[in-house]
């Protein structure tokens, strides 16, 4: 309709290929259905601009009751931070320094990060470089990232946008130069064995990640039946190269809250007993049911490992309802219960080093979210740690955020941890209503609201 050819339009490199077909048929295993047109939010582009597109300005100026917050976050108002005063360094590698007022870790790195691409990336690229060391970026561009030689252009277009960024006095060149994208490959039903093996031998890709068909934004060429591509992910298991999954079945008669369990069981499990040594993340987990996966697998150390949103930590599923529709708290995987969040909370601060900071910031233009179809996707990257740090905060844990966000992940990957360091210090301030945002503006989460730890200065120390 009128409204999927706007969408089209505005999608940066949208070339109307691979738009919804409204395809309802069962996957052949696993994966679950293939259709689009269940409501997911897929067919939303990596909007780079958007045109023509106005909100009346009613809805511009609605603002959920302030009070609406409290009853979305369980567990309250922040808990004050006791018996953390004045520690130092907890075991020889980690940062970890807080007195009741600051608070310095170790230079984090985001497992997991959409940046778009075109004018969108260029909005948004700094806020990250600001934060982060290493991110690891998601190949789900229109069309995706799917060969060595595109994961290299992106690579390339990510530095130039940093370089641009340094010249709007946005980050450090020290900054620049020290954040390393680190790139992945989309898979799809005809990704190459040999695309695999030339990407273990280079350096420029981490990962590949699997998208279901129809699961997530701009999935729509992941894969349908898992074993169509199971030479690849063998040939992935021989070269040590690690699979991040969006681990969600797509059968539009699973309840959309039930499929990342329904996942594990269908596909997640099948999977690692047919190819135990290769590498997983299950990406941005949210249940219950995954965080017991991950802590009580079995596998050796390096092979299975858990990203963890700041969404997830800090809400259920009542925040994209509370006070009105709330389309800035909506992102797939969904919120889910409130059992659901204090269990990844526990693992998140748990120590257990199979648990890592991911982002998932995933950047939607207003326009696109404020609409009647809305794209998935909280856009966090501008306040990231600030936001972990308010969920560690609240767990009384604030002492296991260095290693949850600079040190699991860096040592899953079989990197170094950050040289670096980032301080935040105690203090009230409001996350912005809205950002600028590729020629239109971005509404961050959480917008409005005031956290209570920030980010020192320019950032972290390069
Ligand atoms: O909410 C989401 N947004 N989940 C995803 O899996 C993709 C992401 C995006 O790219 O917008
Ligand atoms: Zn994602």
Not at 3 to 11: C, E, N, P, S, T
Not at 124 to 152: D, K
Not at 197 to 226: E, F, M, W
Request: include cysteine; hydrophobic fraction near 40%; glycine fraction near 12%.
């Amino acid at each position: 309709g009128g409204k999927q050819q706007g969408r089209k339009a505005v999608a940066h490199g949208g070339s109307g290929k691979g738009a919804r077909r409204g395809r309802r048929k069962r996957g052949a295993n696993g994966l679950g259905a293939v259709g689009s047109g269940d409501g997911t939010g897929h067919g939303c582009g990596t909007a780079s601009s958007v045109q023509g597109r106005q909100l009346p300005g009613a809805w511009r100026r609605f603002r959920p009751r302030t009070s609406a917050r409290d009853d979305a976050i369980i567990g309250g108002a922040p808990i004050r931070p006791n018996g953390f005063v004045h520690h130092g360094p907890m075991d020889g590698v980690s940062a970890y320094h807080c007195t009741m007022d600051t608070l310095t870790l170790r230079t984090p790195d985001d497992w997991h990060l959409h940046l778009r691409d075109g004018a969108a990336l260029h909005s948004v690229v700094a806020a990250s470089a600001r934060q982060f060391g290493r991110a690891i970026i998601m190949p789900n561009l229109r069309p995706p990232i799917t060969t060595v030689a595109e994961a290299t252009a992106y690579r390339d277009r990510i530095r130039l946008a940093l370089d641009e960024a340094v010249g709007r006095g946005e980050i450090s060149q020290a900054q620049a130069a020290s954040f390393r994208p680190l790139m992945t490959l989309y898979l799809t039903e005809k990704t190459s064995v040999d695309e695999i093996r030339q990407a273990a031998a280079g350096d420029v890709v981490t990962a590949v990640k699997l998208y279901p068909a129809g699961a997530t934004t701009n999935s729509d060429a992941g894969v349908r039946a898992i074993d169509r591509v199971i030479p690849v992910l063998e040939a992935m298991a021989e070269a040590g190269m690690p699979l991040l999954v969006h681990g969600e079945v797509t059968d539009p008669d699973v309840d959309i809250f039930d499929r990342e369990a329904v996942f594990i069981d269908r596909v997640m499990i099948p999977l690692r007993t047919r190819l135990p040594q290769l590498k997983v993340v299950f990406e941005h987990i949210t249940t219950r049911q995954a965080a017991e996966y991950i802590k009580t697998d079995s596998a050796e150390p390096g092979m299975l490992g858990a990203t963890i949103t700041p969404q997830h930590l800090l809400y259920n599923r009542n925040a994209i309802f509370t006070g009105g529709l709330r389309p800035h708290w909506y992102c797939l995987p969904v919120l889910k219960r409130e059992i659901h969040r204090t269990a990844l909370v526990e693992v998140a601060t748990s120590g257990d080093p199979r648990f890592f900071l991911g982002t998932d910031s995933a950047p939607h233009a207003r326009a696109l979210k404020e609409v009647g179809n809305g794209c998935a996707g909280c856009y966090t990257g501008p306040h990231a740690l600030e936001l972990y740090a308010w969920a560690f905060e609240a767990a009384g844990a604030l002492d296991k955020l260095d290693a949850f966000a600079s040190l699991h992940g860096a040592r899953f990957y079989g990197r170094a941890p950050n040289t670096g360091t980032i301080t935040l210090k105690r203090q009230d301030w409001a996350i912005p209503e809205s950002l600028p945002f590729a020629g239109t503006e971005i509404v961050p989460l959480a917008a409005g609201e005031t956290l209570h730890w920030q980010v020192v200065g320019e950032g972290r120390s390069a």
